[in-house]
């Protein structure tokens, strides 16, 4: 029997691809496209993508907005986000495809669990857009199912701006210290917010690791898919696996 190639679930901010400005920057999701074409190669890439570029359906809800609607239109900007990453990874070299959880059959495959595995088997990148397909869910809880369903080995989560998980938030408490391992019972327990605690949950209840890391500096993306120790581990207390 062949050996399994390591199967990973990146998540990656929709704020990254804008470069701090509305809409997609091709500078930044291009270099970020070839760090993940590179790690593609020997490793089964999986990508949920945000859409904090676009819209982002909580924010718009405390404006006012139905919060049904404000996070149907956030899953169509992850959607354009995933699209501009396919476009950017095909230039790389990688193959690709793109699923959607809202059926948009001219531009994405509907989401399949099976077919993502066999797309990742066959060496493709596939990124998964339009969140759960379904309103109150974060594209951070849904990064964690989808890790769940297609078996991958670790949620990899490329934070924008900060390199790992810490004690208090960075750019307020200059007092604040990264913390390499935690347990998802301790960062739920002290509130720490560096992703979704719906999310956390997930992954605590499922055993499914997660390693929190910083897309800067350049090769930090590859390095990560590739099984290097980056940022923070969160986990059940073990070690991750590693295949």
């Keep these: ?23 997609v920057n091709p500078d930044v999701v291009g270099a970020l496209a070839k760090e993940i074409a590179d790690a593609a190669r020997t490793v089964e890439v999986a990508i949920v993508v945000g859409g904090g570029n676009f819209f982002r359906g909580a924010e718009l809800s405390q404006r006012g907005m139905d919060r049904g609607r404000a996070d149907y239109m956030g899953m ?12 950017f990874l095909e230039q790389a070299g990688a ?15 509907p989401y399949i669990p099976r077919r993502a595995e066999r797309h990742l088997e066959k060496g493709r990148v596939v990124i998964f857009g339009a969140g759960a397909g379904l309103p109150y869910f974060s594209t951070d809880t849904v990064a964690a199912q989808r890790a769940l369903e297609i078996d991958a080995e670790v949620v990899l989560v490329a934070k924008n701006g900060v390199d790992g998980v810490y004690s208090d938030d960075p750019r307020t408490n200059p007092d604040a210290h990264k913390i390499d391992r935690i347990s998802y019972q301790e960062a739920l327990q002290r509130g720490l917010k560096v992703v979704d605690s719906t999310a956390f949950s997930l992954c605590m209840d499922n055993g499914m690791p997660m390693q929190v890391f910083g897309m800067a500096p350049a090769g930090n993306v590859t390095a990560a898919i590739l099984g290097a120790d980056l940022g923070t581990i969160v986990s059940n207390g073990e070690q991750p696996s590693t295949r």
């Design 1 to 23: 029997m062949t050996e399994r190639k390591r199967r990973v679930m990146l998540k990656l901010s929709g704020e990254a691809f804008g470069g701090g400005a509305l809409g």
């Design 76 to 87: 169509l900007g992850t959607v354009m986000n995933s699209l501009a990453l396919q476009d």
């Design 95 to 109: 193959e690709t495809r793109v699923q959607s959880a809202i059926s948009m059959t001219q531009v994405a495959e």
